[in-house]
């Protein structure tokens, strides 16, 4: 999966593994081979090792605390831009809620005929041991949700459906 990573306002793009082994991996960082393992300690806190320096990472929203500095950053996913693009078209019929990426779903926050705000969270998936809380493209009703805990997702596959 290749994402782009603006980092302090210089874009880069990073080409991540398919799978990850333990936390192990080799991605390629503006066309650089680089070994990382990366490990989440608790919500929230990260432990990233990258070609044998360990870094204690501090997630915080938009930003990383990294060593006592703070680093604004966003992350755009080429695949997403569709969805982006597509942002209050349609508002008015069913909105799906799809896998990002594979993973395991860990936790489903709805239930069939929950009312949802736009943006709550509906649903949570793991992927490369990080948890994604995946939230609703709109305020609505819920009318389909598709998995249940521990299903295997793969990406773009519908999750929850909102109307």
């Known amino acids: 999966m290749t994402v782009w990573l603006e980092v302090e306002g210089k874009k880069r793009r990073v080409e991540l593994p398919s799978s990850v082994l333990d936390g192990a991996m080799e991605c390629i960082v503006d066309g650089k081979l680089i070994a990382a393992n990366a ?3 608790q919500p929230g806190i990260m432990s990233l090792v990258i070609e ?5 990472c501090v997630l ?7 060593d006592g ?5 966003e992350v755009n996913d080429p695949r997403s831009l569709q969805g982006r693009r597509s942002a209050g078209r349609g508002a008015a019929g069913p909105r799906a809620v799809k896998a990002p990426m594979p993973g395991r779903v860990v936790r489903v926050l709805t239930v069939v005929g ?8 509906v649903i949570v998936i ?3 041991k990080m948890q994604n809380e995946l939230k609703s493209p709109k305020a609505g009703k819920v009318v389909r949700v598709a998995v249940a805990v ?3 997702v793969g990406a773009g596959d519908v999750l929850v459906v909102v109307e």
């Open 150 to 152: 521990g299903d295997t």
């Open 39 to 41: 490990r989440m300690l």
């Open 60 to 66: 915080d929203g938009d930003s990383v605390l990294i």
């Open 52 to 56: 044998g320096r360990q870094y204690r």
């Open 126 to 128: 793991e992927a490369m």
């Open 114 to 121: 929950d009312e949802v705000a736009e943006q709550q969270g």
């Open 69 to 73: 500095r703070r680093f604004a950053f």
